[in-house]
């Protein structure tokens, strides 16, 4: 399946109204790249949804035993540099990175 780009030039979605989209909206995830386009996720079947689980539990098992920052999961979304909201399907941040925003949409 095929994520969804919506382009939302006339709508100009805020931050506030994407957090209140997504949180009203848990079942789906959503991502805003850096044109402001909507990306609307599809699901992840089981096959994917294993091998995320796995990657997730290495990174986890790692970083405890070199404690070099905090490990966040999938459905995560980040600001970027560049104005997205993005998520990752595993994420690393180092401890001494101190300027980074995160959009807790669970």
Request: glycine share 8%.
């Amino acid at each position: 399946m095929n994520s969804i780009v919506l382009n939302l030039d006339t709508v100009g979605l805020t931050d506030e109204q994407f957090y209140h989209l997504c949180s009203k909206n848990q079942d789906w995830q959503f991502e805003r790249n850096a044109k402001g386009e909507l990306i609307i996720m599809p699901p992840v079947g089981g096959v994917s949804g294993n091998r995320e689980a796995d990657l997730i539990t290495e990174v986890n098992i790692w970083n405890r035993q070199t404690n070099l920052g905090k490990v966040f999961s999938s459905s995560t979304i980040f600001r970027l540099p560049n104005g997205g909201d993005r998520a990752a399907p595993a994420f690393g941040r180092p401890r001494s990175a101190c300027l980074w925003q995160i959009a807790l949409l669970m």
